[in-house]
């Protein structure tokens, strides 16, 4: 990983004055955990909840049953509703982030969904921008990867934001 991303991420969340919020399943916790040691991330980073199973995107979310059972746990449908359920949760959060997906062969694996498939919802100003992505490697790399992804979405989007209220 670009060793400033994190850095450069928490101080534009601070210069924009917005908080925060992860729902991680597929990374385990490496998104916020990366953020961690950025000055200013207690400003930024309202919390983390960590979701791999099935049941705990149920009870912690709010996750359908229907939805994972027409779905899968490693979907966009599902990222969607952990990002919706972590809005409820901390409805305070201005920027809420859902991740799952697949860091290696299991029962969700499809031919159109192989191991490396990570899907991440962004909820930011009352949208929802969606991200499908395919990496490679190992689990370890994909976790990764997956963050490194994490980070430039919210990059690209907060600076996008930026420009837009410049004007």
Do not use: W
Request: charged share 20%; proline share 4%; net charge negative.
């Amino acid at each position: 990983m670009k060793k400033d991303l994190p850095t450069q991420l928490v101080k534009l969340f601070i210069q924009q004055k917005l908080t925060l919020a992860l729902a991680e399943s597929c990374t385990c916790g490496l998104a916020a955990a990366q953020l961690a040691p950025a000055e200013g991330v207690s400003e930024v980073l309202l919390g983390s909840v960590v979701t791999y199973h099935a049941e705990a995107k149920q009870q912690l979310l709010g996750v359908k049953k229907t939805t994972l059972n027409t779905y899968s746990a490693e979907s966009q449908q599902t990222t969607n509703e952990m990002a919706l359920g972590l809005h409820r949760q901390l409805p305070t959060a201005d920027v809420c982030v859902a991740v799952t997906g697949l860091c290696g062969p299991g029962q969700s694996q499809t031919p159109d969904k192989p191991a490396g498939t990570v899907f991440v919802t962004v909820l930011f100003e009352g949208r929802a921008h969606e991200y499908r992505e395919q990496f490679s490697g190992n689990a370890d790399a994909i976790r990764q990867r997956a963050t490194e992804f994490i980070y430039e979405k919210l990059l690209d989007l907060l600076e996008r934001q930026q420009q837009a209220a410049a004007g």
